[in-house]
């Protein structure tokens, strides 16, 4: 199954295939003193670095190893 990203560069959606997915976290302090964790999925496609912010249900829910 492939997930469908938005490549900025070429400005136009590009399916990637699963295999190619790796999964991705992203914390932060909020101003009010909250840690926010965002989910995300990245990609590598003809040397453009594409990523997919999901929700933690869809993150969980994909079988892929983290990214560095």
């Known amino acids: 199954m492939a997930i469908e990203f938005y490549d900025v560069r070429k400005r136009e959606k590009v399916a990637v295939d699963e295999g190619n997915i790796k999964k991705k976290t992203y914390t932060r302090e909020t101003k009010a003193g909250k840690m926010q964790t965002r989910y995300a999925f990245v990609a590598e496609v003809d040397g453009s670095k594409l ?18």
């Open 51 to 68: 990523t997919k912010f999901v929700s933690q249900a869809d993150w969980e829910a994909l079988d892929r190893p983290l990214a560095d």
